[in-house]
């Protein structure tokens, strides 16, 4: 078994600043899940493009409010603590933060921990 401690990631390379986010990698491909799991941070008053045509991520938020906007229908969801969505269909959405929000997200295949959002907030398939 594995214990993983947040404070133990924070200052390490597990540690990504992202700009208009902060992820803390917790277990990555490496940790062979299957998944990987990260707690990020969305800063107050962000827009973040992101379309993982690649990955399926749900995304629960434990801290602050924001919204998620799908582009294939210009729906706006409105997201606090307590909720969770799920891109099951690698939806292709806007990011806001209202606040810092604070987030469990999973992914699957796994984030290895290379990858860097390209210009059309997508993750590439990083194989290790
Ligand atoms: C919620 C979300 O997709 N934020 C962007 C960063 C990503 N979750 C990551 O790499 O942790």
């Given at each position: ?6 404070e133990d990631i924070i200052g390490t390379e597990q540690e990504i600043d992202g ?70 269909e690698h939806d292709e959405h806007l990011l806001r933060g209202k606040t810092d ?28």
């Amino acid at each position: 078994m594995k214990v993983v401690k947040l404070e133990d990631i924070i200052g390490t390379e597990q540690e990504i600043d992202g700009g208009n986010w902060v992820s803390r990698r917790l277990l990555l491909a490496k940790d062979g899940m299957g998944y990987s799991v990260h707690d990020t941070i969305i800063k107050a008053g962000t827009e973040t493009h992101i379309w993982y045509q690649n990955h399926l991520e749900a995304v629960y938020c434990i801290e602050g409010e924001g919204e998620v906007v799908t582009l294939k229908d210009n729906k706006v969801h409105k997201i606090k603590a307590g909720t969770l969505y799920s891109l099951d269909e690698h939806d292709e959405h806007l990011l806001r933060g209202k606040t810092d929000m604070r987030m469990v997200c999973v992914f699957n295949p796994p984030i290895t921990g290379k990858e860097v959002h390209d210009e059309n907030g997508v993750y590439p398939i990083v194989k290790e």
